[in-house]
């Protein structure tokens, strides 16, 4: 297994994929996708891309004036899932996020992963909140850096 960066176009086909099958292409492209603060990270399998995760520059709501980078459209296909692809995908953007002088990566995640998130240090904030088409989430925190 490998993890390296991808172009954003890699991460939109396993975003459409796992995250939004059926839907229009136009939910698949968030905003800051093509900035080159941006990074798109890609999981891949004897040369096949399983899985991908991508880091925006983005304030968090929840702490307004840090520095941060927030996750999105994290996915693993399915054949591949069950193997620390998505531990592996998160670990290399937090790393990059340090390595960037980030202070925190946070996230919106679905319900059913709050424990994945909580395994690696994140913090739900707040009360659960629903998102129309993808359901109810939490918001996710994790401080990168010591002095916060």
Known sequence: MDIRDISVSEARSVRQAVLRPGRPESELIYPSDDSE???HLGAFERGNLVGVATFLPEECPSHE???AWRLRGMAVVLPARGRGLGSQLLSHGINRA???GMELVWCKGRVPAR???ERHG???IGDEFFIPITGPH???VLHVR???
Request: aromatic share 24%; glycine share 4%.
């Open 115 to 117: 424990s994945f998130y």
């Open 65 to 67: 004036g840090s520095s």
């Open 138 to 140: 939490y918001l996710f």
């Open 37 to 39: 603060l941006s990074v």
């Open 122 to 124: 994140f913090s739900a």
């Open 98 to 100: 340090l390595r960037a």
């Open 146 to 148: 010591a002095d916060n």
